[in-house]
């Protein structure tokens, strides 16, 4: 299935259920492989707005952010997303941003 397929089908079901994060986060994810992160970071912070312990949501926002390039909005994203898997036990989402993070704190400057 295309992206602009997939993008298309999630946002009827968006429209449909507004206030799932769950959706958002799926809307997020496929605008995510399309190559439009800033859609993304505004799905993705929709999600963590209706849900604030989604910390794949988090995870997905900090991701979204670093491929738009606004470095600083995806460092605070991940450490928001750290505490919050941490106070969750999530372990595996926290062990990804760990190295998200990690990652974006060791790439030199542009």
């Known amino acids: 299935m295309a992206d602009q397929d997939r993008i298309a089908e999630f946002k009827e079901v968006v429209e449909m259920m507004p206030d799932d994060p ?3 986060f799926g809307l ?3 605008y995510l ?3 439009q992160a800033d ?6 912070a929709e999600a963590v707005r209706l ?6 949501a988090h995870r997905g926002l ?18 928001k997303g750290l505490d919050v898997a941490a106070r969750t036990g999530d372990l595996q989402t926290k062990k990804e941003i760990e ?3 990690r990652r974006l704190e060791n790439a030199p400057a542009p």
């Open 62 to 79: 900090g991701r979204a952010l670093e491929r738009a390039g606004r470095v600083a909005e995806a460092k605070a994203a991940y450490a």
């Open 99 to 101: 190295v998200f993070l």
């Open 22 to 24: 769950v959706v958002r």
């Open 39 to 44: 859609a993304a970071a505004v799905e993705y």
């Open 28 to 30: 997020a994810g496929a």
């Open 51 to 56: 849900k604030p312990d989604y910390s794949a």
């Open 33 to 35: 492989d399309a190559g």
